[in-house]
């Protein structure tokens, strides 16, 4: 479960790590067009579509601007930070003849939508839905009054598959890669999250910051297809810009920062596996309500949830709490302003503490537990799906899960986690009042 963010062919690299949603429980069976589902007709409210509204009723205008176009507009209207600038040189893309080490593509994220830029192309766009998952659209680069972002469903031809936990979804991918940019799958090729080894990461993206003795992937291109190992040298790691990489005068940033790409990798799985959970919710009260109406019955679903269900919730509560995190192996600092950024968002408790803030000397984040549960998609989350990830939470933050598989969340940290939660996060159960073990 996890791959390049093919955002409309956005294909972003990454690789892969432990058991998931997919290996559980492959695609979606009930399919993308189910009455419970509806993911090609029913009306959504990510942020893509509210933009196309307020350009339409003339609340907000784009602004064209020279050869990035409509770039920075966008991001501004979306509030998405340059700051989240990464950069990928693999030509793994809708676009990809437009892709080369000379010519790469920018990507830019916040917590619900990732836009993405080749210089001469178009815009594409993945926006998560609340409730119908990551819709896809593409953006001209042609001046209009009011310019509208197209919807293209074509981007699920590699956007919904078992990398995309079965859903359509994220992707990100770790490839080695020429010095043309052409893809070197056979060398190595990986779908990454925060459970990735660093060592298998970024492969034919550009990295920035530094990771001090850690290796990687980034900044390497294979000359020698017999020892592809040797392209990753001294040379590649720790670089503070890209100016020496291409002309970065044509783009927002001269960054592809380290712990933004380390951010992005743990979004976008954790992305897909709030669409799955969700519509596996869905699916079983559609199926519920469907029995109990042929049998004269009020609906309801039960309330030991069934076993896929079950099984989500338990994949999602290890993820979100960085179980299998990958041990980051030395100190990471990044060079673009995106720590500042996004440490700033919060939201904080009283002792201003917050889920967006890093650590990244042992592991990727200060307290173990994923901003994504303040997205709209969490909340989102049908009743039953919500209740059945809290339970699981609790239960391992409490302390009564004693699998010793959850014993690096020592006492410490549960509780920083669980006071920071009382704090910040709505409608938070009662039981996490409780006291821990």
């Known amino acids: 479960m ?36 509806q993911y090609h007709t029913r009306p959504t409210s990510d942020l ?7 350009i339409q009723s003339g609340k907000v205008q784009l602004k064209f601007d020279g050869a990035q176009g409509y770039l920075r507009s966008v991001l501004e209207a979306m509030k998405v930070p340059v700051e989240s600038q990464i950069v990928t040189f693999s030509k793994n893309s809708v676009q990809s003849y437009r892709i080369s080490p000379k010519n790469p593509r920018t990507l830019f994220f916040n917590d619900a939508v990732t836009v993405g830029w080749v210089r001469g192309g178009f815009i594409e766009l993945a926006a ?36 995309s936990v079965g859903v359509p979804g994220m992707l990100v991918r770790s490839m080695m890669t020429a010095p043309d940019g052409q893809p070197l799958p056979w060398l190595g090729n990986n779908v990454t999250d925060h459970r990735t080894p660093m ?15 850690i290796r990687h992937l980034g900044n390497a291109m294979v000359t ?10 001294d040379q590649t790691l720790n670089l ?58 009020t609906a309801t679903i039960p309330t030991d949830l069934n076993p896929p269900l079950s099984e ?59 901003y994504m549960i303040y997205s709209d998609a969490f909340d989102a989350l ?3 799906a919500r209740d059945a990830i809290y339970k699981r939470m609790w239960n391992i933050l409490s302390g009564q899960e004693k699998d010793k598989r959850y014993s690096r969340l020592n006492r410490a940290d549960r509780q920083a986690i669980v006071e920071i939660l009382r704090e910040t996060k709505k409608d938070l159960p009662a039981y996490f009042q409780g006291a821990l073990h």
């Not at 998931?20 to 009930?30: I, N, W």
């Not at 799955?276 to 079983?284: L, P, S, T, V």
């Open 2 to 37: 996890r791959n390049n963010i093919l955002v409309c062919g956005m294909l972003i690299l990454a690789a892969s790590a432990a058991a998931t949603f997919a290996d559980l429980q492959g695609l979606f069976l009930p399919g993308l067009d189910h009455p419970a589902i």
């Open 382 to 384: 049908p009743m039953e």
């Open 48 to 54: 893509v579509a509210k933009l196309n509204l307020d």
């Open 199 to 213: 060592a298998q990461r970024w492969g034919g993206w550009y990295v920035t910051g530094n990771a001090g003795s």
């Open 240 to 297: 503070e810009s890209l100016k020496s990489e291409f002309d970065t005068d044509a783009y927002l940033s001269p960054y592809s920062d380290i712990v933004a790409l380390m951010v992005f990798e743990h979004q976008m799985h954790m992305t897909n596996l709030l669409t799955r959970i969700g519509w596996e919710a869905r699916f079983a009260s559609f199926e519920a309500q469907s029995a109990n109406r042929k049998d004269g019955q």
């Open 128 to 163: 998560e839905d609340p409730s119908q998952g990551v819709i896809f659209y593409t953006l001209s680069q042609q001046p209009a009054d009011k310019p509208q972002f197209k919807r293209d469903d074509k981007c699920l031809t590699c956007h919904e598959s078992l990398n």
């Open 312 to 370: 989500s919730a338990n994949e999602i509560v290890d993820y979100m709490l960085f179980v299998d995190e990958a041990p980051l192996g030395g100190r990471i600092r990044g060079t673009s302003g995106f720590i500042e950024k996004f440490s700033a968002e919060g939201p904080f408790d009283g002792k201003g503490r917050s889920l967006r803030q890093f650590d990244l000397r042992r592991r990727m984040m200060r307290y173990p537990c994923s």
């Open 224 to 233: 020698d297809t017999a020892n592809p190992e040797s392209a990753v040298t």
